[in-house]
């Protein structure tokens, strides 16, 4: 549904985007990642017809963007960082207003409208003028704009830029729903919502794809050790010695101090610079000494910390 090939943007010298190629699938939510000014914004521009390429290309349902500009755009919802709506306007006759300029036929616009403030939470917001909105209904009001034409692909750039934690969460939920209903492509720096929202993820730095994959293959790339935490009642000497002793544990930490429970309990973790889960070894350990066992799970890699990594190897590796 949507595809870039060898997609290249300079400005002067500055090289914005360099030479990034990648597909999204009909149906897909992929989450485009990276810090500020890595060229998230740029490379969602030149899929919707905003920018030009220096070179490479790009398609939106098999048409290109530059070819053919106007059809490619009449497919496509797009939702800028900051969504460019009229302050002064109601929110009814914004959304009446840009459903107009989309081509949504008269007798069609009112129904169209019911059907965009439901799937946004909007139902109780039409009467309401748009710059006394927060932030949070402000881009649900963008998003509403963005779908009200039916269109195929939804490309949104940050969408939760400055909202709140409660409007975060709020919104991260409204997009998930959109799951199978839209292929969308969304960009953000917040790691925590690109794994709770995208089936596949783009780590994007200094203008070219660092890694890309499902969330759970990304996790898997990660270099770091395995870490398996436990909260044991026992000696804590004892405990931390034996637990270094397991074949492919790499350090032993913890004890009392760490429980914040009460006295007896510890809570360890336990560092193993092998693959191999160590949590049935450590529950072994436990039931031969006589130690009651409460917590044990294996300590597992974020996103960011793939984040990290990837985009530390890139820099290692020369991108730029």
Request: hydrophobic share 40%.
């Amino acid at each position: 549904m949507i595809v870039a090939k060898q997609l290249t943007k300079r400005f002067g010298a500055v090289v914005a985007v360099d030479n990034v190629s990648f597909e999204v699938q009909k149906g897909e939510i992929v989450g485009f990642l990276g810090l500020n000014g890595a060229g998230k914004t740029t490379a969602m521009r030149m899929l919707t017809g905003y920018l030009s390429p220096t070179s490479g290309s790009a398609e939106i349902a098999g048409l290109d963007v530059c070819e053919h500009s106007l059809e490619v755009r009449r497919r496509i919802g797009y939702l800028p960082e900051n969504a460019p709506l009229y302050p002064e306007m109601r929110v009814d006759e914004y959304l009446r207003f840009r459903a107009g300029l989309k081509g949504v036929g008269g007798r069609r616009i009112g129904s169209r409208l019911d059907q965009v403030k439901e799937l946004c939470g909007l139902q109780d917001s039409g009467r309401r003028i748009i710059g006394q909105l927060s932030r949070g209904y402000w881009q649900r009001v963008g998003l509403a704009d963005a779908i009200v034409h039916e269109p195929e692909v939804l490309i949104l750039d940050e969408p939760t830029m400055g909202m709140d934690p409660n409007q975060i969460r709020s919104s991260r939920e409204l997009i998930r729903s959109f799951a199978g209903r839209y292929t969308m492509l969304f960009s953000t720096h917040h790691l925590p919502e690109a794994q709770a929202i995208c089936q596949r993820a783009m780590i994007i730095n200094k203008g070219r794809i660092a890694a890309s994959g499902t969330p759970g293959e990304l996790l898997g790339l990660l270099k770091g050790n395995v870490k398996v935490v436990a909260e044991i009642q026992g000696p804590a000497g004892a405990v931390r010695d034996m637990l270094l002793r397991l074949p492919g544990a790499l350090s032993a930490a913890g004890g009392e101090d760490d429980a914040g429970q009460e006295p007896g309990w510890g809570r360890y973790v336990l560092e193993c610079g092998a693959v191999r889960d160590l949590r049935a070894d450590v529950f072994t350990l436990a039931a031969r000494n006589g130690w009651l066992l409460r917590e044990l799970r294996v300590e597992r890699g974020s996103l960011e910390d793939a984040f990290v990594e990837m985009t530390a190897q890139a820099e290692k590796n020369g991108v730029s």
